[in-house]
């Protein structure tokens, strides 16, 4: 008995630790808060084919165009930052590979009354001989960019205080090119935090697969007791009696894939029901995509909740 709870408690202090450390570590980081969008014959995607921080960036690319005769075409990083006064950023900056420096990356600052801050790409004069770095990685920083005029942040700084920054936008705008340009960005920081510039996790990034065995209550031990639960998920609240464990999921390597969690994480699923005098809940058709493909499916009714749980052998 004490070795059995021994297990579980140095599991429990190891899961805590593990999400400390990590939490620490990611702290100023921020991830999710980038969206790719690309109108018109310009691409915005991201690729692992060049990146200065961690594995992936940004490349958008700017097709060759007479921007007052053909349609809107731009590309850009869209940031969704944490709402910030204008007054009080100290810093930011950026990574950009761009491979004509005559058609520079811009930046946009938009405001919460509709204004518009716009950087205009480098300021040449910061350079030596005039020239802008544009070969390689470069990490730009507010005095590097022109902003039209007036020239400076610290001008928009002092006199946009008290405006609240919603979003940054980084990247060509329509007004297009006359030759074909390609940029590569990467993380974006403002002030102490990081805007991390990485492909959205997809559920296989962080999900393991399971594979589910039916379980019954020996008939020495005690039995469950049944309960009622309120769950509330994406198809809303809902008040459910809890049965009796019906199936444990363990994670597993499917086809030589990686077992992201400890197996001894696991999930005990338990039968539920609807109570008699509670609202039933309504089906609907949902769209569903796996590795397998996409699907519409019928969803009918709960059957299962899913509890995570830690698992250890008993004799």
């Known amino acids: ?34 969206t790719l969008v ?41 940031i969704d930052v944490e709402d910030i006064r204008v007054g009080d950023i100290t810093g930011f900056s950026f990574w950009q590979k761009v491979d004509n420096v005559d058609l520079p990356l811009c930046i946009e600052f938009n ?18 001989g005039g020239d802008a770095p544009h070969t390689d990685w470069f990490q730009v920083n507010e005095s590097d960019i022109s902003f039209g005029w007036p020239p400076s942040w610290d ?18 705008g329509p007004i297009g090119s006359t030759q074909s340009v390609t940029a590569y960005v990467d993380d974006f920081a403002l002030n102490e935090a990081t805007y991390v510039f990485e492909p959205p ?47 444990i999921c363990i994670p597993c390597s499917k086809d030589g894939s990686e077992i992201k969690n400890p197996e001894i994480f696991i999930l005990k699923l338990y039968q539920i029901k609807e109570p008699k005098d509670s609202p039933k809940f309504e089906p609907r058709d949902v769209l569903v995509t796996d590795q397998f493909g996409e699907e519409v499916l019928t969803v009918k009714k709960p059957k299962y909740l899913a509890v995570p749980a830690l698992k250890e052998h008993t004799e």
């Open 111 to 128: 405001l919460n009354d509709g204004t518009v801050i716009r950087g205009y790409g480098l300021d040449r004069s910061k350079f030596p």
């Open 38 to 78: 690309a109108e018109g014959d310009s691409t915005a995607e991201w690729t692992d084919e060049e990146a200065m921080v961690d594995d992936h960036s940004a490349r958008l690319t700017m097709p060759n165009r007479n921007w007052y005769i053909e349609p809107i075409s731009n590309a850009e990083a869209q």
């Open 1 to 34: 008995m004490k070795s059995k709870l021994f297990s579980i408690l140095f599991a429990l202090v190891l899961a805590v630790s593990l999400m400390l450390v990590s939490a620490a570590a990611d702290a100023s980081s921020i991830t999710g808060a980038v």
């Open 201 to 247: 996790l997809g559920p296989s990034d962080v999900l393991d697969h399971f594979t589910c065995y039916e379980v019954k209550e020996p008939k020495d031990l005690p039995k469950f007791e049944e309960r009622d639960v309120v769950v509330t998920d994406q198809f809303g609240e809902e008040a459910l009696t809890v049965k009796k464990p019906k199936l």
């Open 155 to 172: 001008y928009y700084k002092s006199n946009y205080s008290d405006y609240i920054v919603e979003s940054i936008y980084i990247g060509y």
